[in-house]
């Protein structure tokens, strides 16, 4: 069997070996995944989860992650990919790409869509109340 194998990947076109690559290393990632995030519902990775988050944290009040307070927000913002961080730097780049291949109007399109999105939804979600943080550490 493996010699059938080994003969019909021989025979296969450069393609369908760079596919069938790209498909096995899919399957190791996915395999790899699903026995981590079985080991997380175990709880077998808690003491290292702990350790990495209090390598971040100031040791005198755990409730204050270490760093300035810009760069704590922007952090936040990109560990919840749609922050306003994220979102910027998203409309940037498609906004660019758009200019730079020549369609000019389908930028300015991104662009003022972001723009009035964000003016419109801005204001409604600050006024929104939001509970308590749930987590180890106290909200600020």
Same mark, same amino acid.
């Given at each position: 069997?493996?010699?059938?194998?080994?003969?019909?990947?021989?025979?296969?076109?450069?393609?369908?070996? !760079?596919?069938?690559? $790209? &498909?096995? @290393?899919?399957?190791?990632?996915?395999?790899? #995944?699903?026995? +981590?995030? %079985?080991?997380?519902?175990?709880?077998?990775?808690?003491?290292?989860?702990?350790?990495?988050?209090?390598?971040?944290?100031?040791?005198?009040?755990?409730?204050?992650?270490?760093?300035?307070?810009?760069?704590?927000?922007?952090?936040?913002?990109?560990?919840?990919? !749609?922050?306003?961080? $994220? &979102?910027? @730097?998203?409309?940037?780049?498609?906004?660019? #790409?758009?200019? +730079?291949? %020549?369609?000019?109007?389908?930028?300015?399109?991104?662009?003022?869509?972001?723009?009035?999105?964000?003016?419109?939804?801005?204001?409604?979600?600050?006024?929104?109340?939001?509970?308590?943080?749930?987590?180890?550490?106290?909200?600020?």
């Amino acid at each position: 069997m493996l010699r059938r194998f080994s003969k019909a990947l021989s025979d296969a076109t450069r393609l369908e070996r !760079g596919v069938l690559v $790209v &498909l096995a @290393l899919a399957a190791i990632g996915l395999l790899g #995944f699903m026995h +981590l995030a %079985g080991e997380v519902m175990e709880g077998a990775t808690q003491g290292f989860d702990l350790r990495l988050l209090l390598m971040f944290r100031n040791p005198q009040d755990l409730s204050d992650p270490i760093g300035p307070r810009w760069f704590e927000e922007v952090m936040r913002d990109f560990t919840a990919l !749609g922050g306003t961080a $994220v &979102l910027s @730097l998203l409309t940037l780049f498609v906004t660019v #790409f758009r200019v +730079l291949s %020549g369609k000019r109007r389908p930028a300015l399109l991104v662009a003022a869509s972001i723009v009035l999105g964000a003016g419109i939804a801005g204001p409604r979600t600050a006024r929104a109340e939001r509970g308590p943080r749930r987590g180890r550490w106290p909200a600020k």
